[in-house]
C-alpha cells in the first residue's frame, strides 16, 4: 500500500516532460502551437470555424513567426477555417495566412495574394477580429475533386515532379468541371524527422496550386524531444467538412491514435449527412502485408466506429504502392505513391484522385493519376487498383 | 551496408561457439550440439531471408507478414541456441521427463495496474487459465487450453490539450476469452519408439475480446472482436533440457458493434499470419529446497507473431511490422511424496502494450507432453 501511495504521488500532468515520439503528446504540441501570443501582446489563436466561443482555440492550423518574423498562421484544413486576433484596439496587424486555395474569396484586411499565401493588414477593435476563410466560389454546386496520397521519405525531387504535375490536375479537372480543392497528405513525408527535410516538403508544396492537408506518418515522429512535425506543419490530428462531405484525418505515426483522440472520435466524426472520409498513415486494414497498427486492437475499435457511422472512403499510406484491400470491410485505398523507396522493379509513382459529390448526395470515386519517374513513360502497374484515370491511360 | 550488417548477425548467430560441457556423456553432448548448431543455422536463415525479403522489396512489402515472421522466428531459433549452448556449458543437458515443467493445468494470472500520468488510470488485469492434458494414447496428447481475462476497472486517458482541463476522454473497459486446444502427436512414439524428439502439434486459436468505450462527448460504444486461426506447430526437444517450438497459421477475424438494441456484423476477413516461436531452456533444483520440497524451473523466450491484443515491438521507424518478444520463467515447487505442486510464472511482454503478469496455478506431478 505504502509503495502505491508513493507511486500515486509520483503521478505527473500528461506530457509535462517531452515525449514526442508518444502520440497522445503531439495532441498536446498541436494545441499549443495553435495559437500565439507575440511580444506587442496579440493573441492569435485558430478556431472552430462558425464559433462563437472564442474562449478557447482549435488545432486547425500552426501560427508561428516566419523567417523574416512575419506573423505566419498556416491552414491546415480544407474548406472554411477561422482565426482571431486580440490585442490592442487600433493596432495593425501583419499576418500572412498560408495554405488557402487560390480561388477562395478574398479575406479580411486582405493587402495582397500569391499562389497559396495571403498577406492581412488587421486593424484590432475593441472585440477579436475574425479572420474567415472558405471554400472558392460555387465550388459545392456540382462535383469536386482532391488528390491524395503518402510516403515522400528519401525522394523529395520526385515529389516535387508530382507537384508540378498538379497544375496539369487542375486543367483537367477544370475541363470536367469538377474544382481540385486539395491535396491530402498522408505521411511519411520525411525520413528521419529532420527540421531539414520538412522545410524542403515546405518549399516544394509552395510550387502546389492547391492547398496540402498533411498528416504525420512513422517517419515523421520518432524525435521525442522535438514535436518537429506539428512545428512545422500544424496538427496531425484533423476533423474537417468541405462542402457536405466530412474528413477525418489522424495521427498514427506511433502505431495508434492518442487515447484521447480516439475518445473524441464521435465529435471529430460529426453528425453526418454527407460521405465520411478518413485518412491514417498506417492502413486500417493491411492483410498480411505486415503493416498495420501496433495497436490492432485500437484499429479494429476504430473500424467499428467508422463502419458504424457508413464511412464512405478509408485513405492511407505506408505501404509504398496502390492498392485496395480486397479483404477490407470498408471502402479502403493504400496509396503510399509520393516517392518513397518501392524495393526492386519499376516505381509507380502518382497521386489518387479522389471525385465527390458536392452537392449533399454520396458519390464517391477514385481513380490513380500517375507521375512517371524520369525514364518511365507510364506507370509499371497499368493492371493495379486503383485503377488509372480513363483519360491517362 | 544494410544488407552486409544483416548478413554478419546471420553468420555470428551460425557460427558454433564452442564445445559443450566434457564431463556430460559424450554422445548425447556432441547430438545436442549438433542439433543446437543445425537449429542456430536455421534461424541465421530465417533473419537473413526475412531481412532480405524487406530489403528487397522495401516498404512496398508484398506480402510482408511472411517476411516478419521469418526474421522473428529466426531470432528465436538462432538466439535461443546460443543461450542454450551456454546453458548446457554450466549444467548437464539431460533431464528426465518427468522433471521438466508445463503450463499449469489451472492458474491465475494477474496483470499490475497503475499510471504515473496525472488523472488517469490503468487498472490491474486478472486472468484464469486452464491447461489440463489428456493422454489419448501413447504419444498422443489434447490439451484442453481455456483463457478468461477482464480488466478490474476500467481504463481511463486525459485529454491533454492545453486549452481544456484535462478530463477524462476515453473510458474504456476490457474482457475476453481463449480457447486454445492443442493437440500433441509424437510420430516416434506412436509407431512404438522411444522419447520422442520430434512432436507435431495442431492448435485452433478462438479469440474473443470485448470492449466497452465512454467518449468524450457522453456516448458509448460496446465492440467485439473476434478471430480464429487454425495453426500447425512442431517442436524440435534439442536436448534434455531445451526444446524449440513453432507455429503458423491463417487468421481470421470479425467484429461487430452494438447498434441500439441490434447487433451490427463486419464481413469476417483474412487478417494478418499468426506464428510463434518459443525456445524452452528447462532447470533443475534452485539449489534451496526446504523441507524436501523440490523445484524445478522453465526459461521461455518467444516471439509471437501477432498483434491481436495490441501488442507489439516497435524500433525507430520500424512501427506496426512485429509482435511482442515475451520472457516468460517459470517455476515449481513440490512437497515431498506430493502429487501436486505449487506452480509460479512471471511474464514480460516485451514492446509497445506489453506489460508483466504473474501466475499462480497447481500442477500435477504428471508425465511428459
Known amino acids: 500500500m505504502t509503495l502505491l501511495l508513493a507511486l500515486a504521488a509520483c503521478a505527473r500532468p500528461e506530457c509535462s516532460k517531452p515525449e514526442y515520439d508518444r502520440a497522445e503528446c503531439r495532441v498536446q504540441a498541436e494545441s499549443a502551437l495553435a495559437r500565439l501570443v507575440t511580444s506587442a501582446g496579440v493573441d492569435v489563436r485558430f478556431q472552430e470555424p462558425g464559433t462563437e466561443d472564442l474562449e478557447g482555440w482549435s488545432a486547425k492550423g500552426l501560427i508561428l513567426h516566419g523567417e523574416d518574423g512575419a506573423l505566419v498562421a498556416r491552414v491546415n484544413t480544407l474548406g472554411e477555417f477561422l482565426i482571431t486576433l486580440d490585442g490592442e484596439p487600433g493596432e495593425t496587424v501583419e499576418l500572412v495566412v498560408d495554405n488557402v486555395h487560390p480561388d477562395a474569396p478574398p479575406l479580411e484586411g486582405e493587402v495582397s495574394s500569391e499562389g497559396l499565401r495571403r498577406v492581412l493588414a488587421v486593424t484590432l477593435g475593441t472585440e477579436p477580429s475574425r479572420i474567415e476563410g472558405s471554400l472558392p466560389d460555387g465550388a459545392c454546386e456540382a462535383s469536386y475533386r482532391l488528390v491524395a496520397g503518402g510516403d515522400i521519405q528519401t525522394n523529395p525531387l520526385q515529389f516535387r515532379r508530382i507537384v508540378q504535375d498538379l497544375h496539369l490536375e487542375v486543367e483537367r479537372a477544370d475541363e470536367a468541371g469538377e474544382p481540385l480543392l486539395g491535396f491530402l497528405m498522408l505521411g511519411d513525408i520525411s525520413e528521419y524527422s529532420l527540421a531539414a527535410e520538412f522545410e524542403q516538403i515546405l518549399e516544394i508544396l509552395q510550387q502546389s496550386p492547391v492547398p496540402a492537408v498533411v498528416i504525420p506518418g512513422n517517419h515523421d515522429v520518432y524525435d521525442s524531444q522535438d514535436a518537429v512535425f506539428n512545428r512545422h506543419f500544424g496538427p496531425g490530428n484533423l476533423a474537417f467538412d468541405v462542402c457536405d462531405s466530412r474528413f477525418v484525418l489522424l495521427d498514427t505515426g506511433s502505431g495508434n491514435i492518442a487515447p484521447s483522440v480516439h475518445g473524441r472520435l464521435p465529435e471529430l466524426i460529426g453528425e453526418g449527412g454527407g460521405q465520411l472520409l478518413a485518412g491514417f498513415h498506417h492502413p486500417l486494414y493491411p492483410g498480411q502485408r505486415g503493416a498495420g497498427w501496433t495497436a490492432e486492437d485500437q484499429s479494429e475499435l476504430v473500424l467499428a466506429e467508422l463502419a458504424a457511422n457508413d464511412v464512405d472512403l478509408v485513405l492511407s499510406g505506408h505501404l509504398h504502392m496502390r492498392l485496395e484491400p480486397p479483404w477490407s470491410p470498408v471502402p479502403e485505398v493504400i496509396v503510399g505513391t509520393l516517392g518513397a523507396n518501392q524495393g526492386v522493379g519499376a516505381p509507380d509513382y502518382g497521386v489518387l484522385r479522389v471525385s465527390l459529390d458536392g452537392g449533399g448526395g454520396q458519390a464517391t470515386d477514385w481513380c490513380f493519376v500517375p507521375s512517371p519517374a524520369p525514364g518511365l513513360e507510364a506507370s509499371p502497374r497499368s493492371e493495379a487498383d486503383p485503377v488509372i484515370c480513363p483519360e491517362l491511360r | 551496408m544494410r544488407v552486409l550488417l544483416l548478413a554478419g548477425l546471420a553468420v555470428a548467430l551460425a557460427v558454433e561457439p564452442g564445445p559443450s560441457a566434457p564431463e556430460a556423456e559424450p554422445d548425447r553432448v556432441v547430438q545436442d550440439a549438433r ?81 504515473s500520468i496525472l488523472g488517469e488510470s490503468a487498472p490491474p488485469g486478472l486472468g484464469l487459465n486452464l491447461g489440463p492434458g489428456l493422454r489419448l494414447g501413447e504419444g498422443v ?218 501466475q499462480v496455478g497447481l500442477q500435477h506431478m504428471g508425465r511428459s507432453r
Open chain 2, 35 to 115: 542439433n543446437r548448431k543445425a537449429l542456430r543455422r536455421a534461424g541465421a536463415a530465417g533473419i537473413l531471408v526475412g531481412g532480405l525479403w524487406w530489403l528487397a522489396w522495401g516498404d512496398t512489402l508484398h506480402v510482408g507478414d511472411p517476411a516478419s515472421l521469418l526474421a522473428g522466428m529466426g531470432l528465436v531459433a538462432a538466439g535461443g541456441a546460443v543461450v542454450g549452448g551456454s546453458v548446457d556449458l554450466l549444467a548437464d543437458g539431460g533431464l528426465p521427463l518427468d522433471q521438466r515443467i508445463h503450463s499449469a493445468p489451472v492458474s491465475l494470472r494477474a496483470g499490475p495496474g497503475g499510471s
Open chain 2, 141 to 358: 496428447v489434447l490439451i484442453l487450453g481455456a483463457d478468461l481475462r477482464s480488466d478490474l476497472g476500467r481504463t481511463v486517458d486525459v485529454d491533454p490539450r492545453v486549452q481544456t482541463s484535462f478530463d477524462s476522454a476515453l473510458s474504456h473497459l476490457a474482457w475476453g476469452w481463449d480457447l486454445n486446444p492443442e493437440l500433441r502427436l509424437e510420430p516416434g512414439v506412436v509407431s512404438g519408439g522411444g522419447e520422442g524428439n520430434w512432436q507435431l502439434r495442431l492448435r485452433p486459436w478462438m479469440r474473443q475480446r470485448h470492449h466497452s468505450l465512454d467518449y468524450l462527448d457522453g456516448s458509448s460504444r460496446q465492440v467485439r472482436r473476434s478471430s480464429v486461426s487454425p495453426q500447425l506447430g512442431l517442436q524440435w526437444r534439442l536436448s534434455g533440457r531445451q526444446a524449440f517450438a513453432a507455429y503458423v497459421g491463417p487468421r481470421w477475424d470479425w467484429t461487430s458493434w452494438d447498434e441500439g438494441p441490434e447487433r451490427e456484423l463486419l464481413p469476417p476477413r483474412l487478417g494478418p499470419i499468426v506464428g510463434e516461436a518459443r525456445y524452452d531452456i528447462h532447470t533443475e533444483s534452485l539449489g534451496w529446497t526446504p523441507g524436501g520440497w523440490s523445484t524445478r524451473g522453465r526459461l521461455r523466450f518467444s516471439y509471437l507473431h501477432d498483434s491481436f491484443d495490441g501488442a507489439g515491438m516497435d524500433w525507430g521507424a520500424a512501427i506496426g511490422f512485429f509482435g511482442p518478444l515475451v520472457l516468460r520463467y517459470d517455476h515449481m515447487f513440490v512437497a515431498p511424496n506430493r502429487p501436486l505442486g505449487v506452480q509460479t510464472g512471471l511474464v514480460w511482454t516485451m514492446g509497445q502494450g506489453g506489460g508483466v503478469g504473474l
